[in-house]
DNA sequence: TAATAATCGAGACGGTACGTCTTGTCTTCGT
DNA sequence: ACGAAGACAAGACGTACCGTCTCGATTATTA
């Protein structure tokens, strides 16, 4: 056992660098984000940053992770198509217009052109703990709801897609169509 | 009515750009790749490239478009099942190997970023015409197919949202099991 | 032959960058000067300035070496004694008050840090030819002077050492008596 | 009066500091020596360095002061030219060669751009007690040599401008011949 | 024999210059 | 008028060192 000698990391510019993330990824979004500013902003030095994140990805992934599964918590509806259409609705809205969102989706992007972040985001699985609950609340009515990884990208996939690729949440009208031939093709 | 007058387009350099592109994406990927170096590599000078184009992602769209639908097309199949999943394991091997189809993940990835490369993505809606073709062949067996947009969304959603942020394909299996699901939910 | 291609080399971004390491040295000193802030106060871009010269020991040398040799012109006076004795009080001047004369000191201690920079100033060796000047005055009446290396060594010397180690001219009573007992030396 | 309380200065660290110096102006040379590397060499905390020295001349200037007059100390010969003359190869070996000859170079090229480093070198003045135990020597047959400033400056002089612009000690050959002319006035 | 207090090595801190890179524009000459 | 070549201003990149600070541990003196 090694007892840490030095000075100790300082949790307040941690937090400092975190809540800048938070902020500049609403006001100039993520592509105008870097380093520089929001070192600048943390009132922290940049190599201070570069100290224990390597990019702003990284720095975006630890901010916005626990953020995420608790905003998308959704109470328990009546009914099974209730509990997934809800859910949906609020994932729209979470995807479209909440900051840890947007983050989410810019790290997607990010993803596809950085192997390094591919690999954060695949391990966070931001979207498959929220999921995997509420289709635990529908698992009764739907025996043949194949294994968690296949039902959450049937879930949660179209929806995804169609803001990943459009920029837009799909009508609710749509939502509540999806949702009920999942269950139809579960039961 | 203005004749255009001076040297006109060289067809020679437009091509000479999109091969770069073509060339480059496989070479050092989507992020390595700057309008510097693909004028570099076109052998053209810089102001020519940006006179044509605004961005690497107008240029790669142009140089991609067409591949996809045509490397997309799938041989009808005697059964609906075996239609839709040919389809999901020839789109899923698109996603993950074949240019095309990185080049796609790259702009979508950009289009969380920048919203004129959103536009561009969300216009060129590249996967909508070769699943619509395939999705022609099941519906006669499938009454209850929504629209195309939510049918497209339903069924290459789960498939490309696992590309994306896994950076891997769906298991075949699993793509069995989706486009089971989906044509008893249609049926 | 090659016919230089491009956009040529801009003649006022040269300029303007000569004239702010002037303006610089004498504001904030050649220790404060950087790269960044005479790119800064030239109005030109970064690389802009790296491109042409390698640090500021060049630029430097560049912008005050022509200035030297005009200011450190002098007069014949009647008498040899007076012809020395005038030189090294202008001298002793240029040396601890005239921007030319403080960056010529700057630059000789920089070579003492630097290998490139010790090359530059033993290849402009600055004094020599106004030294020369004056000695070729007093020649006739001092058959004795050795060749000019050593001469403008015997001359000048005593002064610039006495300037680097303590920053103040030699007083100009000690100069004349200097200048008199070379003089006497060399008859 | 205080008697002072508290651990008392380690003696180890001030010469692991000052042996550090010494190693790593001949390992990496004055302009690479930091700091940092100053007090990782010597085994030592950096504030331990700053407690107790304000930079790297003022350590210098600690480490290599002894050396220097020691080093120079030369034996009488037994005529006035040959004294002179032994004191001046000598004085042109330890500036171009030996250790603590660089550092002084170093110094003297330092204090041109730091004020305080210029003071340190001011007060040290290194070559004065040794060149003036040369001097005295030849006092008695150079009834007409100058106050000692004025004669130090007029001996060492050109031979130290010579090394500081040109790196180079001056030739024997030349140093032979500057001593006889000094001689000669001051006869 | 404690308590006190200044030292020690280690290393993180905010800050800033470094030299390189890419961006998108511009200028020049040749086609 | 368009082509290539390449310089331009701008500014982010990630690294290095600066001098300061905060630790826990050590070592004398003083009580």
């Known amino acids: ?65 626990e953020d995420a599964i608790r905003e998308l918590a959704t109470e328990p509806q009546g009914q099974p198509r209730e509990d997934l259409d809800g859910y949906l609705v609020r994932l729209g809205h979470f995807l479209t217009v909440e900051p840890p969102g947007l983050a989410y989706r810019a790290l997607i992007g990010e993803a596809q052109h950085d192997a390094k972040v591919a690999e954060l985001v695949r391990k966070a699985d931001l979207l498959a703990p929220p999921t995997i609950t509420v289709l635990d609340r529908v698992r009764p009515q739907s025996p043949r709801m194949p ?26 009208e749509d939502l509540r169509r999806h949702a009920e031939i999942l269950l139809e093709g579960w039961r």
């Open 147 to 172: 294994a968690d990884g296949v039902a959450v990208a049937q879930l949660v996939g179209p929806l995804l897609t169609h803001v990943l690729t459009t920029g837009a949440p799909m009508a609710d």
């Open 1 to 65: 056992m090694t007892t840490p000698t030095g000075r100790p990391r300082s949790e307040q510019a941690r937090q400092a660098v975190l809540d800048a993330v938070d902020d500049l990824l609403v006001e100039v979004g993520y592509a105008a984000m870097t380093m520089k500013n929001i070192a600048e902003r943390a009132g922290v030095g940049r190599p201070t940053v570069y100290r224990w994140w390597s990019g702003k990805a990284e720095i975006l992934i630890e901010a916005c992770t």
